[in-house]
């Protein structure tokens, strides 16, 4: 699952048809699927052939597959030629599980690790409503790196590629994202204030016969922001 979008999702669907798959449809949902699953294919069936061939008994063979599976190059592979934005999560079915994050950072992601449990989420609000944790205690899910939690427990934070320069998606600060995140709420009232003088502007500083109001709801922090600042003697001008 994830939240994201391929910007390049022809040329991909075309390396799947020179490879001599046979994509059904033309969707970066599939494209990335079926990527993720030819290379989890590919390293297992080489581990598999590695432990065969050094004379390990065949019962013993997928519990030292699922231990050695090298979830992070997996990704690697899988990514390599990826464009776009995306925050994915995935579970292989040994129990394996991982979550990756655009080289740009265009999708938020965020996780949460403690003794007892590790939690991944689009938002800090929703870990921190969930958990009952502070901001502090979540941590940001760093750009071109993939988190991969092994079904034996361990857990790791490795890069897949390189880090490209910063592009987050505006959208999810100022629409998507929920209101009560500290950050969030700090940045929505900004925006309003921003607006003030182009507010002003446009009722030719008539505040006294205007009505200001906001859509949708998640304008509200922005409204709050723009009316504050209207209001005061440098915005009231």
């Not at 490879?19 to 989890?40: A, C, K, N, S, Y």
């Not at 040994?94 to 003794?115: E, H, K, S, W």
């Not at 009952?132 to 897949?160: I, Y």
Request: aromatic share 8%.
């Amino acid at each position: 699952m994830g939240n994201f979008n391929m910007t390049n999702t022809r040329e991909l669907n075309d390396v799947m048809r020179r490879r001599g798959q046979h994509p059904v449809v033309d969707t970066d949902t599939q494209t990335v699927l079926e990527e993720i699953g030819f290379h989890l294919d590919e390293a297992h069936n080489r581990l598999y052939h590695e432990l065969r061939d050094d004379g390990m008994d065949g019962l013993a063979i997928p519990a030292e597959i699922s231990k050695r599976m090298d979830v992070t190059q997996i990704i690697r592979d899988s990514a390599a030629i990826w464009d776009g934005g995306y925050a994915i999560a995935g579970v292989i079915g040994n129990g394996d599980m991982f979550v990756m994050r655009d080289p740009n950072a265009i999708r938020p992601c965020f996780y949460l690790q403690t003794d007892e449990f590790i939690a991944f989420a689009s938002e800090r609000a929703a870990l921190r409503t969930v958990f009952e944790v502070r901001e502090e205690d979540t941590q940001v899910m760093p750009a071109a790196h993939v988190a991969v939690v092994k079904s034996d427990g361990r857990f790791s934070v490795e890069p897949f590629t390189e880090v490209r320069p910063p592009t987050p998606c505006a959208f999810e600060r100022i629409y998507f994202s929920r209101g009560n995140g500290a950050t969030i709420y700090t940045q929505r009232k900004a925006l309003g204030e921003a607006l003030v003088p182009q507010l002003l502007d446009a009722v030719g500083n008539d505040l006294e016969n205007t009505v200001v109001s906001f859509v949708p709801n998640t304008a509200e922090t922005a409204f709050y922001g723009s009316w504050t600042a209207s209001a005061s003697p440098a915005g009231s001008r």
